[in-house]
């Protein structure tokens, strides 16, 4: 995989993880079922956080492999 793809994999979930940070924010407000919001959001937003630091971890020490 090139460079810019990792890049662009690791934006995009950079993108996802500040979308279900806020969406964990907003579960502390009054609404039905919060719990299962939160447990969504925090396992969406850790896994995408995880897969942003290893694509970018890839970009940066692996060169291509073209």
């Known amino acids: 995989m090139q460079k810019h793809s990792r890049l662009l994999i690791s934006f995009n979930a950079l993108a996802i993880s500040a979308f ?6 907003t579960t502390f407000e009054p609404v039905s079922n919060a719990i299962t919001f939160r447990i ?3 396992i969406l937003g850790i ?3 995880i897969i942003s630091i290893r694509m ?5 020490r692996n060169p291509s492999l073209n």
């Open 20 to 25: 279900c940070l806020f969406g964990f924010m």
């Open 40 to 42: 969504f959001y925090s």
């Open 47 to 49: 896994a995408a956080t």
């Open 56 to 60: 970018m971890y890839l970009a940066i």
